[in-house]
């Protein structure tokens, strides 16, 4: 039972990471019309 709760927590974190690397990607393609102001 506590190996089911470790594994589905290890999984929501990598959810989790996996989606704040997508926002960082995002925030980081944003420079290039940063440049234009």
């Known amino acids: ?4 709760l470790r594994r ?3 999984r929501k974190e990598k ?3 996996d989606k ?3 926002q960082t990607g995002t925030r980081k ?3 290039s019309n940063d ?3």
């Open 29 to 31: 393609k944003k420079p």
């Open 35 to 37: 440049g234009q102001n």
């Open 20 to 22: 704040k690397n997508r």
């Open 8 to 10: 589905l927590q290890a």
């Open 15 to 17: 959810r989790d990471k």
């Open 1 to 4: 039972e506590e190996e089911l």
